[in-house]
Structures are given as C-alpha cells and as structure tokens.
C-alpha cells in the first residue's frame, strides 16, 4: 500500500495556485499605454470613430492606434509628393469689377449726338433745332414755333415726326431724359392754362407722351417747366420772345443722373416695334 498517493493531487493544487497568483499579479499591472491602445482599436472597429479615455486639448495630437495611422498616412503623403515649404494655397481669381469710371458713363454721349445730328439734319439745317454737346449732356433745342401753335400745348403733325425721329435714336440707348418747357414773359391766363408755369410744363410733357409711345422707357423721362424764367434773350423784342418759347431734352450722363438721384437705376433699353411711323 502506497502512502505518499497525497502528494499528486497536493502537487497539481499547489501548480494550479502558482498559475492563478501569476495570473492574479499580470492583472493588477495593467500596461497603460497598450490599454488605451486596444481600447481605442476595439472602439474605432466596433463604433467607426476613435476615442480616448482623457479629453484632447485644441492643437495635442489625438491618441488611439487609429488616429496614429491616419495622421502618418497624410504625412507619408505630404512628404512624398512635395515639400511642406511648398503647399502653398493657390490664388483665387477674383472677377473684375465693371468699368464705372466718369470717362466709361459719359463715352456713349458722342454716339447719341452724332446720331442725332444725322436723324434731325434737315432741322438743324434750317435753324430749327440746335444740338449742342455739353460735360455731362446733350441738349437738344426746338423752337416752340415749329411744336406748338400760340398758346397751347398740342403738337403739330410735323413736330410729331420730328420728335418720333429723336425717339427713334435715343430708344437705344440707356440715358435719363429731361425734358424742360420755356415760354416768354407774356402772361397767359385761360381755362387751360393758369399761367405761363403750366403751358411749360404741358409743353414738356406732350413731348414726352411721343417719347414714350415711341418706346422710350418711362423710367428714363422727367417733365420740368420753368415757364418765362430762365431767359435765352431779351424779351423787350419780338426776336428774343420767340427765341425764349422753347423746349429743350436733355440726355444726361448716367454718372449725372447717380449724382443727382442716389437711387436712379439704367432702365433696360426698349427695341422698337415693327409698326409703321
């Protein structure tokens, strides 16, 4: 009979208590680097963005095993390609501002006057009309005696076709139009016209009405009567009356027209339509 049997099972329990106290010791000395490590990589793998267990502060580089990775990649591919001396950023073409110097706004003037010169030649001709080029203008003149009959405000069949010509030339292009009404200083009172301030203005404004029907766009036209002030001559003679009895349409540089009235905006230019003049 064997008596020392004991000391088997007392050996296999005595290896077994060895394994658990190592087992036990490796446990309580956890490495703290390789924790955050695998922590990190099972989070990235399981939820798809790397976390670490301390909070990161602005400009410290992110910790995880992930993070490492994309970080060396984008510098692996920095210094691969080019130097970081040499990313530099590229420049952004800006687009150019639209010309809106005063030379650009007032160089369309000579166009309008040269084609104005040419659409009323007759006129001009006979000293019925007077175009004269001023900074910032063009004033067109017509004698009331070829507009309007004494004393009223009706056009005359040949002043129509005489406005629809300068219609016809100013309807292609941008600028405001000012139209002023002068008379002498005979005074007028009737049913019409109270005074010499409205026969001016209606006068203005007749001429306006063909301006519009012939396509000028209403936004662009204005109606001033000045009545007998504003003298070109003396009214003391019949010459200088007739002289005074006017209307003149002003079209004005479009940098005159801002300066005047901040909020004045070009209208869009209408084309004329195909019916007969």
């Known amino acids: 009979m064997n008596h020392e049997r004991w000391a088997i099972p007392y050996g296999d329990l005595l290896t077994l208590l060895l394994a658990f106290f190592v087992v036990m010791y490796s446990i309580s000395s956890v490495n703290e680097g390789k924790y955050r490590v695998l922590s990190s990589s099972l989070h990235a793998a399981f939820r798809g963005q790397p976390r670490a ?12 095993a992930d993070a490492h990775i994309r970080i060396g990649i984008v510098r692996q591919g920095i210094s691969k390609s080019r130097p970081r001396a040499h990313l530099a ?55 009331s005696d070829i507009l309007f009959p004494s004393g009223s405000a009706r056009l005359s069949v040949n002043a129509t076709a005489a406005i629809r010509k300068l219609a016809a030339v100013l309807v292609h292009f941008p600028n405001p139009i000012r139209v002023e009404g002068f008379t002498d200083n005979v005074p007028i009172r009737t049913l019409q016209f109270h005074s010499n301030w409205e ?32 003298p070109i001559a003396s009214n003391a003679t019949a010459a200088g009356r007739r002289a005074n009895r006017r209307v003149v349409v002003l079209i004005l540089s479009t940098r005159l027209a801002r300066h005047a009235d901040p909020t004045w905006v070009p209208r869009q ?9």
């Not at 267990?53 to 995880?64: A, C, F, S």
């Not at 001016?200 to 009405?209: D, K, L, Q």
């Not at 063909?210 to 936004?219: F, N």
């Open 89 to 143: 950023p590229l420049p952004v073409p800006r687009p150019k501002p639209a010309a809106d110097s005063a030379a650009a706004r007032d160089a369309v003037l000579p166009r309008v006057a040269a084609r104005i010169d040419r659409a009323l030649s007759a006129l001009i001709n006979d000293r019925e009309v007077v175009v004269q080029s001023k900074p910032g203008r063009i004033e067109v003149q017509f004698r």
């Open 269 to 277: 230019v209408h084309k004329l339509s195909n019916r007969s003049r």
């Open 53 to 64: 267990l301390d909070p990161i502060e602005v400009g410290h580089k992110r910790l995880g």
């Open 199 to 230: 026969l001016s203005a209606a006068r203005a404004g007749s001429v306006v009405h063909v301006l519009q029907d012939e396509g000028v766009a209403p936004g662009r036209l204005a109606v001033v009567g000045f009545g007998a002030q504003r």
